[in-house]
């Protein structure tokens, strides 16, 4: 009877330490290569060149709501305390400022899938400046639900990052830096770790035993 009872626990104990990892922000980690700097008015300090790595994550509500009404389209948009971005490149960091955005296109207007990041960041006298990261599959995504899990990078056709300063509309870049996305993660909140932890824990006395 002990034993059904210490089962019962564990099991309550579980599941409430997983509803708190579900409920939590998702953050992933990214990380790849620039393959194009254009920078004709020295927005980019010297040190960013072609080939230099870039690495940083982006944090977001898992719980956010689709705002568009079309099933195979999905927006979510984030207010600052919702979601944040920061990515660092040869020792520049440049992070969001103003919440940001996701986009989830399962073949809507376009005959693939796409998904989209996007986060502006300080213009520093600029019109306009941002982070974009957009990903491409001829045929990936089964939903326009939020993606809680990395995206898939293994079938993309497409993988690139973005920073980018306009002078007028967002199709005005004047200095930019492109690069390919070679790695998505996801990062363990603390009640994941702590579930895992608790796992390891019964699995190591139950060997004990």
Same mark, same amino acid.
């Given at each position: 009877m002990r034993k059904l009872i210490v089962v019962y626990l564990i099991v309550i104990i579980e599941l409430f330490l997983f509803s708190l990892a579900t409920a939590a922000p998702v953050t992933f980690e990214i990380s790849g290569t620039l393959n194009n700097v254009t920078n004709p008015d020295g927005i980019f300090d010297s040190s960013i060149t072609e080939s230099s790595? #870039? !690495?940083?994550?982006y944090t977001f509500e898992s719980e956010a709501l689709d705002e568009n009404n079309y099933n195979a389209l999905g927006v979510?948009? #984030? !207010?600052?305390?919702?979601f944040a971005m920061s990515v660092m490149i040869a020792g520049n960091?440049?992070?969001?400022n103003s919440g940001g955005?996701?986009?989830l296109n399962?073949?809507?207007?376009i005959p693939h899938d796409r998904y989209t990041t996007f986060t502006s960041i300080d213009p520093q006298g600029y019109n306009s400046?941002?982070?974009i990261?957009?990903?491409e599959w001829l045929d990936y995504l089964i939903s326009d639900d939020l993606l809680v899990e990395p995206p898939d990078l293994g079938e993309a056709f497409t993988n690139e990052f973005k920073v980018a300063?306009?002078?007028g509309t967002s199709t005005n870049v004047t200095n930019f830096v492109t690069g390919t996305l070679e790695s998505i993660a996801l990062v363990p909140e603390p009640a994941t770790i702590v579930l895992l932890g608790f796992g390891s824990l019964i699995l190591f006395k139950k060997h004990r035993k």
């Open positions: 790595p #870039f !690495s940083g994550f979510y948009n #984030f !207010s600052e305390q919702d960091t440049f992070e969001s955005s996701i986009q399962n073949g809507y207007y400046a941002y982070i990261m957009e990903i300063y306009t002078t």
